[in-house]
């Protein structure tokens, strides 16, 4: 007969749980939305047509492209579940979430770096 889990078990199991959907969540609203709008944006969409498009905000959409692609300092000093595998399953493969990194490092050194220098 198996053994019944305590309960103290049993509610680090759902904490856990919902730590690592918050997580989730705060990598789905942040780095997957910052890449899908600096490649819109790349792309030549203006960011209303974005906010449209993605049903965001025109300030969402602006906040996103104002942010530099951080996603190291998601997790940072927590035990939460791999981002990789994540954006894998969003992009489809690794390849196609480097691409998605890759368009979001672009966009930083093409706008953010501008508007960084002309404020100085």
């Known amino acids: 007969m198996a053994e019944t889990p305590d309960i103290d ?18 990598l789905a609203d942040n780095y997957v939305d910052q890449a899908l ?6 792309a030549g969409l203006s960011q209303t047509e974005i906010a449209k498009a993605l049903g965001m905000s025109k300030k969402t959409v602006n906040t996103h492209a104002r942010y530099p692609w951080r996603p190291y300092a998601a997790g940072k000093g927590m035990n939460l579940p791999d981002s990789d595998a994540f ?18 490092k672009q966009y930083d050194r093409e706008r953010l770096d501008f508007e960084f220098t002309a404020i100085e």
């Open 37 to 42: 709008v600096k490649a819109a944006i790349l």
């Open 87 to 104: 954006y894998r399953f969003v992009w489809g493969s690794d390849t196609g979430a480097a691409d998605a990194i890759a368009t979001c």
């Open 9 to 26: 078990a049993l509610a680090k199991t759902r904490q856990r749980s919902r730590q690592y959907r918050r997580h989730l969540d705060f």
